[in-house]
């Protein structure tokens, strides 16, 4: 019964992105964008194919690129960026007094999103093959494939929740939501997380100290996964940690949620 | 269950941290901010009995939203005990959540850019309402409120007074059995207004719904509310019939004169305040006790035509409660 | 002729300082921000050092070119975003109608669309910068010839930047189509961080003239770098000129079509 509530927000939010066409569409061009530049930057690095650097070949680190615009797409992109301003602003409210669980419409909506953005990507990866024609790594392998599908539901899960606790921040200073955000979301996520260069090429000390964030396991370590560099008990030790981080994340959120409702003043009417 | 609303003893404090100005005043309030509490509730208490038709009224920042965002559960009280219809608001369980519906002016639930019907379909979803009663209930409000050919539309192409009926619909599909309407009429010019009115009455009346409502209009008040409750800086003043209101509360009466020739102003003025004149009407108003005796003064002493002695408008009674006049004139 | 420019330094002065005071009661948040974009610039040089720590060069650059071709990208955006804030507000200008009241004042409705709503922390960061681009561009060893066409082919990127944007208010009178416009800009200006050599044709032919990335930002860098002769600067010079005057033009006809509708 109470997953017909869930489709009807799949529905709406979904048709909501139609109505921001244009916006949608400027967003997928700067994706693509990056993804341009990161691709001509890498071929001009491995002019030479049978070069290797940093533990990767023209092919491999290629399909990192493409890699990045189809994980992004399934990871990041989220309409849960939209709670800060409805803190901020007392819009929620609205939320609160229907008898729905917000984290769950909120994941529900993030899932249309990531579901519009990943039929997007897979699109503009089509077309970006056919231009640039890249070497592409495809994997084969049964049980790294699962394994990287499940490092995928895991790293959606656990972005959200560290979403979700930046957009908290207005419970208790409206003014700094989208500062924070920024910050952490855009700067901080995209860089750590592999985002924009594998982060194999950092030096070693500096990667042990990201391991203990959960950034790695959100792009670079699913896409390892898929390129086979991360297999057997690594990948099933991946797994768990990245468990880990949904465990401690979820329950930061929802502690910290509780909090902001107390002193939530339902203001900006 | 017997009561619809009980409230007892509540009190709703906020923390406020205080921001001096200028540059150095910024720096200040992050290092070592100072905190100041604001009092919004100060031990209020009341009851409504199901079905119940209620005003409540004050002037801005007394405690009235404030009273309303605590029974729908949106604020956490500081203290005491608030019950509707049996259940605690602030848990916000579902079943309470699938009873109440709060109406607020300017807060809109319906989703900017789709038809006002993308919408209210969610909210059949979200409220779980079957099929049939849906369509019953969705179909009654739309005639109620006369928006039948808005549904499809673009919410964001709608007027302000459109839009709110539309956002009254998409709060009352799921035929709440407490509504609390925050400043209902605000911005509807005054067509819009008597039709609101006119929907807010029979929606008491058909579902026997109770209803709270806080309004600055005193039409609205007039209109639907037999019993009001007053709050003032978070304090209850009044609980009882607008009537019993007017009469507690008005230490004068009106007289109104018809004279039959121009007199001195200035001798009417001895016998009571003189509120308006314009000839050959003059209005007076004279302390309760005093009235027949200035009345017989006034028949004595002046070319008197005509004379009426009548009770101070509910009106300006109202008025004063806005204003914050209350205050001395009930505490006794 | 001084008196003009006098008058416009000051009015620019008194439009910027009214954005400064507003912005220093959101110190705290304005700070946040500050460090996200310097954090940003931060991950970028160090992601072009450890790639090059690996390969050695980049299209034939090495190391400290790169990274000067990097921070020259930073500078002219930078400076670009600094001066034309206000062309982000301009759409809500024509929308509320505040345009027909800028029409009417005695100062030009450019001027006053295209600056004035310039980001104090934006300020911050080009003195740093322009430290940081004088130490690793005295590592390259250039002749003073090199340094003046660096800085003439700067200030000529600018004039292309400033050119963009007058367009782009131009059409906006038109079809309202700002924000996109600029967030495309943008977009494809961010493709400058790296030197356009690393693109394949045609995307670099593209880059090079249609959308003149390559004229903006790797061309000053390549001056510098005594990769560019005195012919070369010369043409730059003439395209952006004639890009200057085209924009003003097509303002001049976007103004003829403006029809003031307020809602």
Known sequence: ?269 | MDKAIIVDHLVKNFEVIEKKPGLAGAIDSIVSPKKKIIRALKNISFTIQPGELVGFIGPNGAGKTTTLKILSGLLYPTAGFTSVLGYDPWERKPEFLKKISLVMGQKNQLWWDLPAAETLELNRAIYEIPKKEYEEVVSELVTLLEVGKLLNIQVRRLSLGQRMRLELVAALLHTPKVLYLDEPTIGLDLIAQQKMRDFVYEYNRKYEATILLTSHNMDDLIDLARRVIVIDEGQILFDGALEELVSRFAKEKIIKVSLSREDDVKKIETIGKVKKISFPEVILSVPREAVAVAAAELLQNFPVSDLTIEEIPIEDVIRKVFRGGMRRSLQK | MIKTLGRYLKVWWLMSRNSFMGMISQRLGASIFLTGKLLRIGFFLAFIYLLLKGTGTLAGYNLNQTIFFFLTFNLVDIIAQFLFREVYRFRPLIISGSFDLVMTKPISPLFRSLMGGADIYDLITIPPLIVAIYLVGRSLGPSPTHVLFYVLLLINGLALATAFHIAVISMGIITLEIDHTIMIYRDITNLGRFPVDIYKQPFQGILTYLIPVGIMITLPAKALMGLVSPLGVLLSFIVGTAAVLVSIRLWNFALTKYTSASS
């Open chain 1, 1 to 269: 019964m109470s997953l017909k509530k869930y489709i009807s927000i799949f529905k709406i939010s979904f048709a909501q992105e139609f109505a921001y066409r244009i916006n949608f569409i400027m967003w997928r061009v700067r994706n693509v964008i990056q993804i341009i530049l990161l691709f001509f930057l890498w071929t001009t690095v491995f002019s030479d194919p049978s070069k290797v650097i940093f533990g990767y070949d023209r092919t491999k680190i290629l399909t990192y690129v493409f890699g990045i615009l189809v994980v992004k797409a399934i990871v990041l992109s989220a309409r849960a960026v939209d709670v800060a301003g409805e803190i901020s602003r007392g819009d929620v409210s609205n939320l609160l007094l229907k008898p729905v669980n917000f984290f769950k419409y909120w994941l529900t909506r993030d899932l249309s999103s990531k579901a519009l953005n990943f039929i997007f990507s897979a699109f503009e990866i089509v077309i970006l093959f056919l231009i640039l024609k890249p070497e592409i790594y495809l994997q084969t392998n049964l049980f790294l494939l699962v394994g990287f599908f499940l490092s995928l539901i895991f790293a959606i899960l656990a972005f959200f929740a560290l979403l979700m606790i930046t957009s908290f921040v207005p419970f208790w200073a409206p003014e700094l939501g989208w500062g924070v955000q920024f910050l952490v979301i855009v700067i901080f996520t995209d860089f750590l997380s592999g985002g924009l260069f594998p982060l194999d090429i950092l030096p070693s000390f500096i990667q042990k100290f990201l391991y203990l964030t959960p950034f790695p396991y959100l792009i670079f370590f699913p896409i390892q996964v898929y390129l086979g560099k991360i297999t057997g008990t690594v990948l099933l030790g991946g797994l768990l940690i990245s468990l880990f981080w949904i465990f401690v994340l979820w329950i930061a959120m929802g502690w910290i949620w509780r909090r902001g409702l107390l002193i939530y003043r339902a203001e900006g009417r």
